[in-house]
């Protein structure tokens, strides 16, 4: 067991980094549940295991980091930032050949702590986290300094908060992400799944044709989009080597079809000769504790959000598409 969830934590970790990357914040979401899981189920954490739960515990809270209101610690005190703070401290302990990009994270991450806080109007708040983050030493004292400044000023409009911003810190961190990726694109679970594609030649999965709404929040402008799904994912691969870089549509592509199934009513119906499965979906009135739990949804998550709403909430056997078009209708 302990050997199997090593090679689950890595696969995971793997595809907590490119959904980070590639800004599919629905995707993101999604293997962040799985990680956590994984993790908390971890009795200890194995030395060779260090750096990957380092780096998804970051990655998690990174991309919740100008939200005030995500906390991952017991003190409410401890923004987002913060914590991810803590975890940046802890990989840079685990590798030391990469100094520069390092010091610019940490830089980073430092400045954008304090920025969140003044943005949101916490002023004194701000100077408080100034007080934990930085020590003594001669090296953090140019740029505390600077800060501390800037924080007695309530100036958001300075050079070093425009230059330093938070789009620049995201961007230093999916440049680390991507080294750690090409470090361990050849984990075991990966290698095992080229193999199992390879092995279906030119065998593919036919699936009902569906329009699936998948949101991907960018986390600069938070645009939602949606794809069509298509009506056959074939699993045929030409003579050219499988990498991960080329699986990754296919595992994308994957998921969705998978999520499409679980979520079809119905199942009575799909036909057992055919090679299309195939389901009938009957119109259901909405009921009056349904719009609310839908106003509820909004309310918290907001227009968009379509996913999201349907997890956390209780609906009859509706999808997000059905959601967002009764959203429109109310």
């Known amino acids: 067991e302990t050997v199997a969830a090593e090679w689950m934590l890595e696969f995971v970790c793997y595809c907590l980094c490119r959904h980070f990357v590639e800004d599919c914040a629905a995707e993101f979401q999604r293997w962040k549940g799985v990680a956590e ?3 908390d189920g971890l009795s200890r954490v194995p030395k060779p295991q260090k750096k990957t739960v380092y780096l998804c515990q970051l990655l998690i809270r990174i991309a919740k980091g100008n939200k005030l209101q995500c906390y991952f610690e017991n003190n409410k005190k401890i923004s ?3 914590s991810a703070l803590s975890f940046w401290t802890l990989l840079e302990r685990e590798e030391i050949k990469l100094e520069k990009l390092h010091k610019d994270i940490r830089c980073l991450i430092q400045i954008q702590t304090v920025a969140v806080h003044m943005e949101n109007g916490y002023f004194k708040e701000a100077a408080e986290v100034l007080e934990r983050l930085f020590t003594d030493s001669e090296s953090d004292k140019p740029l505390r300094v600077q800060l501390t400044t800037i924080v007695k000023r309530k100036d958001l409009y300075v050079p070093l ?3 330093f911003n938070y789009d620049l810190l995201i961007s ?3 440049s680390y992400v991507q080294l750690f990726m ?4 050849t984990n075991f679970l990966i290698q095992e799944a080229t193999k199992q594609v390879k092995s279906k030649g030119l065998e593919a999965i036919v699936l009902q044709n569906r329009t699936l709404d ?5 986390e600069s402008n938070l645009e939602k989009k949606q794809r069509p799904f298509p009506l056959v994912l074939s699993l045929a691969t030409s ?6 870089t080329s699986l990754q549509p296919l595992f994308r592509h994957f998921w969705r079809a998978m999520r499409s199934l679980l979520s079809i009513d119905n199942l009575e119906n799909v036909e057992k000769n055919g090679d299309v499965l195939a389901c009938g979906r009957r119109r259901q009135r909405w009921t009056h504790k349904e719009d609310l739990q839908l106003k509820s949804g909004v309310k918290e998550f907001g227009v968009g959000n379509w996913a999201k709403i349907l997890v956390h909430g209780e609906f009859n056997n509706r999808t997000s598409v059905m959601l967002k078009d009764r959203w429109r209708t109310l």
């Open 182 to 185: 090409k470090e361990h694109e």
């Open 172 to 174: 230093k961190i999916k």
């Open 80 to 82: 987002a930032l913060e």
């Open 239 to 244: 003579e050219k080597r499988l990498t991960p």
């Open 161 to 163: 908060l425009e230059s």
């Open 37 to 39: 899981a994984l993790i």
């Open 214 to 218: 998948v949101e991907e929040n960018k």
